[in-house]
C-alpha cells in the first residue's frame, strides 16, 4: 500500500505560481512513477505531469508545457509539481498518483495509475 497526501493548493491570481507536494508513505516511493493529474468540476480527470522512478524522464500536457515542472525527492519520499504563469483554466483540484509498473504510452492515462491522493483545490482568478 501506497499513501499519498498532497498539500500547497490555494488562491492565486493570474499569472501567479504555487508549488504542490505530494507526500508518500508505505512502500518504497522510488519504485513508483508519479503523476499529477486535475479534475475540473463537470470535466473528466485529466494528465498534467508524470515523472519516471529515477526522476530523469518526465512527461508533460500540452497545455502545461513551460509553465508547470514536475519534479520528485526519493529521498524524502515526496513529488513537486511547480506552477507558474497560472491560468484561470488551470483551476481545478489536483491530485497525484503512483504507478508501480507502467509504460511510457500509459503515463498520461488514469486508469494506469495504482494509488491516488485525496486532491487538493487549486483556484487561478483572472
Known amino acids: 500500500q501506497v499513501q499519498l497526501v498532497e498539500s500547497g493548493g490555494g488562491l492565486v491570481q493570474a499569472g501567479g505560481s504555487l508549488r504542490l507536494s505530494c507526500a508518500a508513505s508505505?512502500?518504497?516511493?522510488?519504485?513508483?512513477?508519479m503523476g499529477w493529474f486535475r479534475q475540473a468540476p463537470g470535466k473528466e480527470r485529466e494528465f498534467v505531469a508524470a515523472?519516471?522512478?529515477?526522476?530523469?524522464?518526465?512527461y508533460y500536457a500540452d497545455s502545461v508545457k513551460g509553465r508547470f515542472t514536475i519534479s520528485r525527492d526519493n529521498a524524502k519520499n515526496t513529488v513537486y509539481l511547480e506552477m507558474n504563469n497560472l491560468k484561470p483554466e488551470d483551476t481545478a483540484v489536483y491530485y497525484c498518483?503512483?504507478?508501480?509498473?507502467?509504460?511510457?504510452?500509459?503515463?498520461?492515462?488514469?486508469?494506469?495509475?495504482?494509488?491516488w491522493g485525496q486532491g487538493t483545490q487549486v483556484t487561478v482568478s483572472s
Open positions: 498518483a503512483a504507478a508501480f509498473i507502467i509504460t511510457a504510452q500509459g503515463m498520461g492515462v488514469p486508469g494506469e495509475y495504482d494509488y
Open positions: 508505505g512502500r518504497t516511493f522510488s519504485s513508483y512513477a
Open positions: 515523472i519516471r522512478r529515477s526522476g530523469g524522464i518526465t
